[in-house]
C-alpha cells in the first residue's frame, strides 16, 4: 500500500547528464527547460580555492584534460573542454550553477550538492560550501521547507559539519547507512533525509516509511529505469535522482 499523497519530486543528476555532457550549463539548463523540480552536483575544491562541478577526482572522464581537480587551479580548468566538440564548455564552478538555479522564475528549483570525500582538502570543503551558499543568501534558510540547498554526502561527517554549522540547511546521508536509522549513521549526524540507491530501495522497501517515522524524508538515486521510477513513486520516496528528467517525469504524470 502506497503512503504516497503525490509524486516524487524529481531531481536532474549532474543536470540532464543522459542527453547533455554531465556538469555542464547545457546539462542544467536542459534540466531546467524539462521540468526538474531540483538540480544536483559534486563539488570538489581546485587548487586555489574554487568549488567546481566535478564529479570524479581527476577529469580524465569527463574532459579532455588530465589531472587532479584538486591540484589544479580555476584558470586551468576552465581552459579544458567539459563539453561536445561542437559547443565547448569550460569546468562549471558551483557559483555558476547558483547564478543559473536563482535566476530561473518559472518556479523555485532547490540545488542538491554532494561534497566528495575523502578529499586532501577535507573539511575545507564545507567551510567554502557554506561561505557560497551564505553569498547568496541561501545559506541560512528560515526553515528547512523553504531552503533552495540541499547538501547531500556519502561522509557522515561531512553532513554532522553542515548540521553544526547551519542547523536549517536540510542535509541527505548518501549510501548504505540508510539502512541503520534508528541509532544509526542518519539520526547520529542529524540528517533530514537518508539517500538509499534504488537498488537497496528494491531490496528494503519498508525504508521509506520507517524513515518517514523517523521524521525524515527519502532521496534515491538513481533512477532512469521507469519500473524503478514507479517503485518510488507507490512507496511514497520525495525526491528521484535521474539522468533524464523529462522521461522520469513523464512516468509520474501517467503513475
Known amino acids: 500500500m502506497s503512503r504516497a499523497s503525490r509524486a516524487p519530486f524529481v531531481v536532474a543528476h549532474r543536470g540532464a547528464s543522459g542527453t547533455r555532457p554531465e556538469h555542464t550549463l547545457a546539462a542544467y539548463d536542459l534540466a531546467l527547460q524539462e521540468g526538474a523540480d531540483g538540480v544536483e552536483c559534486d563539488i570538489r575544491l581546485t587548487r586555489d580555492g574554487h568549488l567546481v562541478c566535478v564529479h570524479d577526482r581527476t577529469v580524465e572522464r569527463t574532459s579532455n ?10 584558470e586551468e580548468l576552465k581552459a579544458l573542454n567539459f563539453g561536445t566538440e ?7 564552478t558551483l557559483s555558476e550553477l547558483i547564478e543559473l ?22 573539511a575545507l570543503v564545507e567551510t567554502t560550501l557554506l561561505t ?14 523553504h531552503a533552495r540547498a540541499v547538501v547531500i554526502s556519502f561522509a557522515a561527517t561531512a553532513v554532522w559539519r553542515i548540521r553544526r554549522a547551519a542547523p ?18 542518519a539520526h547520529t549526524v542529524g540528517a533530514t533525509a537518508i539517500g538509499p540507491s ?42 528521484v535522482a535521474t539522468n533524464h528528467p523529462a522521461r522520469t517525469k513523464a512516468v509520474l504524470t501517467t503513475a
Open 132 to 145: 557560497e551558499l551564505n553569498r547568496y543568501g541561501i545559506g541560512a534558510p528560515a526553515s528547512a521547507d
Open 198 to 239: 534504488v537498488r537497496t530501495l528494491r531490496e528494503h522497501p519498508d525504508l521509506v516509511d520507517k524513515a518517514a517515522a523517523a521524521g525524515r524524508a527519502t532521496y534515491v538515486w538513481t533512477c532512469d529505469d521507469p519500473e524503478d521510477v514507479q517503485l518510488c513513486a507507490d512507496l511514497g520516496v520525495d525526491w
Open 101 to 122: 538555479v536563482l535566476d530561473w522564475k518559472s518556479r523555485p528549483t532547490k540545488l542538491f550538492i554532494e561534497t566528495k570525500h575523502p578529499v586532501r582538502y577535507g
Open 168 to 185: 536549517l540547511l536540510p542535509t541527505v546521508l548518501l549510501g548504505e547507512s540508510s539502512l541503520y536509522l534508528s541509532g544509526g549513521a
Open 86 to 92: 561542437s559547443e565547448p564548455e569550460g569546468v562549471l
Open 65 to 74: 584534460g588530465t589531472g587532479a581537480v584538486s591540484e589544479m587551479t580555476l
